[in-house]
């Protein structure tokens, strides 16, 4: 069964730092990878999908890159701001078309 | 980007009273519905997926009987919490992806408390 793991679990960082999310999963055979934010009590937010056979997608300040063959996706947020306080998660689509989410990564950028 | 809603966005309950969830696609048909559950600090579990017309098919570990779910247009489906407990209290968040779609779009939610 594909396990997906986010590290750090929290981060800290003051306002205008650039900063780098991990993401990893244990089976390689994906479709895609995408990045969600999720604000305390609401739903998801997408922020990027990077496709299995595309190696990074970029939006605005957010770049996601995948490296599927080692099982790998980091989003990096550059000169971040307060409103970018959140929980990032990043879900990996398998063969059943279903979403593996992982544990996702509580960010808090500090003014 | 499509929209999905969900109501109620949050409801309490007893113990041992059934609640229902309604989660629509408002501006595309959603050809297929997922029901997730997302308790404290956690991330989400998939607990169910639908496609309009016929029955759910449930993960591992839930229970069909329990969390009913109903998807019989293109633009709604529904998630029964059948006799809930305590242990209930979730927060639940539906997606739709329509026909052979890549993505999925998320409903903002439905916190559920069970007294």
């Known amino acids: 069964k594909q396990e997906v793991t986010q590290i750090p679990a929290a981060l800290s960082v003051p306002e205008g730092e650039n900063l780098v999310l991990n993401c990893s999963f244990t089976?390689?055979?994906?479709?895609?990878l995408q990045w969600f934010r999720q604000d305390p009590g609401k739903g998801l937010t997408s922020l990027l999908l990077?496709?299995?056979?595309?190696r990074e997608q970029t939006s605005g300040r957010l770049n996601a890159s995948l490296d599927k063959s080692s099982g790998r996706s980091t989003l990096y947020i550059a000169a971040s701001q307060p409103g970018d306080s959140a929980t990032y998660l990043c879900?990996?689509?398998?063969?059943?078309?279903?979403?593996?989410f992982g544990t996702g990564t509580r960010l808090t950028v500090i003014p | 980007g499509a929209v999905v809603s969900q109501h109620p966005s949050w409801v309490i309950c007893k113990s041992g009273t059934s609640v229902k969830i309604e989660c629509r696609s408002l501006?595309?048909?959603?050809?297929?519905m997922f029901w997730y559950r997302q308790f404290p600090k956690q991330s989400l579990m998939l607990m169910a997926t639908?496609?309009?017309?016929?029955?759910?098919?449930?993960e591992q570990g839930v229970e069909k009987d329990k969390f009913l779910i109903n998807h019989a247009s293109l633009t709604l489906s529904t998630l029964t919490v059948t006799s809930a407990h305590p242990e209930d209290s979730s927060f639940y968040i539906c997606?739709?992806?329509?026909?052979?779609?890549?993505?999925?779009?998320f409903g903002p939610g439905t916190r559920l408390t069970v007294l």
């Open positions: 997606s739709a992806r329509g026909g052979s779609a890549d993505t999925q779009y």
């Open positions: 089976d390689s055979a994906i479709y895609n």
């Open positions: 990077i496709q299995s056979s595309q």
């Open positions: 879900a990996v689509k398998g063969g059943a078309n279903n979403l593996f």
């Open positions: 501006d595309f048909q959603a050809t297929t």
């Open positions: 639908s496609n309009e017309g016929s029955k759910a098919t449930y």
